[in-house]
């Protein structure tokens, strides 16, 4: 997972394209922002995306760090106000994308237990799709019934673990919310 800097220059990459994104039709906004030497690819601004780094970033920091985390916290706030409708609109589209993905995962659970093994990358649509459903108006039945079946499925077959993420992020997902991080499948079923 990436580093609190990586995180930090995709939220302000992502705040200086986010009024213009929420007026496009777009779901997926390419940035144009380099990552730290040796972190991976910036994926594409969404909502999800957004608020995944975000989350990451409620694990402990340094104070450097968490000040400018708190300045680009401000302005998501401000930008997120002016733009409400815009903003739940993208994040209910991509709650129920998120959604479908993830069951579209547990399908192929069950038919292949290879599938297990791609877990750990896997579960970002579901910390996706959590982050997407506290968004506000961004709840929605039919996420929420593929949402409930797939975890169904999911703790049927799961054995609770250690985080399935880098340590130092399961701060930032605490295991009541975030159950699905802490253990594997044992299988898919």
């Known amino acids: 997972m990436p580093t609190p ?10 705040l ?7 007026q496009s039709p777009e779901l997926f906004w390419n940035l144009d922002v380099a990552p730290p030497a040796g972190e991976p690819a910036y994926p594409p601004l969404t909502v999800g995306n957004l608020l995944l780094a975000r989350q990451r970033l409620q694990r402990p920091l340094p104070a450097n760090l968490d000040a400018r985390r708190q300045a680009l916290e401000q302005r998501l706030q401000a930008l997120v106000a002016e733009w409400r409708a ?10 129920e994308m998120r959604a479908r993905l993830w069951a579209q995962y547990m399908d192929e659970c069950a038919q292949s237990q290879a599938e297990a093994s791609y877990y750990p990358n896997e579960v970002r649509n ?12 961004a709840h929605l039945p039919a996420a929420s019934e593929l949402l409930n079946h797939a975890d169904t499925r999911l703790r049927a077959h799961f054995e ?5 993420w880098e340590a130092d992020l399961a701060p930032a997902f605490p295991s009541p919310r975030f159950w699905y991080l802490y253990g594997r499948p044992r299988h898919c079923g």
Do not use: I
Request: aromatic residues 14%; hydrophobic residues 45%; without cysteine.
């Open 126 to 137: 579901r910390v996706l799709a959590d982050l997407l459903q506290h968004e506000g108006e």
């Open 16 to 22: 200086a394209d986010l009024e213009t994104y929420l």
């Open 160 to 164: 609770a673990g250690p985080f399935v």
């Open 86 to 95: 815009n903003w739940q609109q993208k994040a209910a589209k991509e709650l």
């Open 5 to 14: 800097e990586y995180d930090l220059r995709y939220w302000e990459a992502a």
